[in-house]
Nanobody
């Protein structure tokens, strides 16, 4: 059974940075990060789709960067800079076979999920 384990969450002040990591038990070419704030739907934040192309939600463009560890492609990162209070939420990594991933930012494109890591940004 596939496993994805996130880490790196924490509490920071607005303007600060965090780097999230996600280690998967197997390699997936198509992976993404989602977040869910209390009382809100889970939303796509960033993704690596077919061909290694990246996709970002408008709300994080220019601030977040998704990447994979070149030495270990089973590890996915999300570098988050210039954090805002509205970035607060539980962050999840997701993965699937690229044949099932199109936009990369839709929840139902992914079949494998981690348990999440909490990010809290205070003003």
């Amino acid at each position: 059974q596939e496993q994805l384990v996130e880490s790196g969450g924490g509490s920071v002040q607005a303007g600060g940075s965090l780097r999230l990591s996600c280690v998967s038990s197997n390699y997936f070419a198509c992976t993404g990060w989602f977040r869910q704030a209390p009382g809100k739907e889970r939303e796509g934040v960033a993704a690596i789709v077919r061909g290694g192309n990246t996709q970002y939600a408008d709300s994080v463009k220019g601030r977040f960067t998704i990447s994979k560890d070149n030495a270990n492609l089973n590890t996915l990162y999300l570098q988050m800079n210039s954090l805002k209070p509205e970035d607060t939420g539980m962050y999840y990594c997701a993965a699937n076979f690229c044949g099932k991933v199109f936009t990369g930012l839709e929840r139902d494109e992914y079949g494998y999920w981690g348990q999440g890591t909490q990010v809290t940004v205070s003003s």
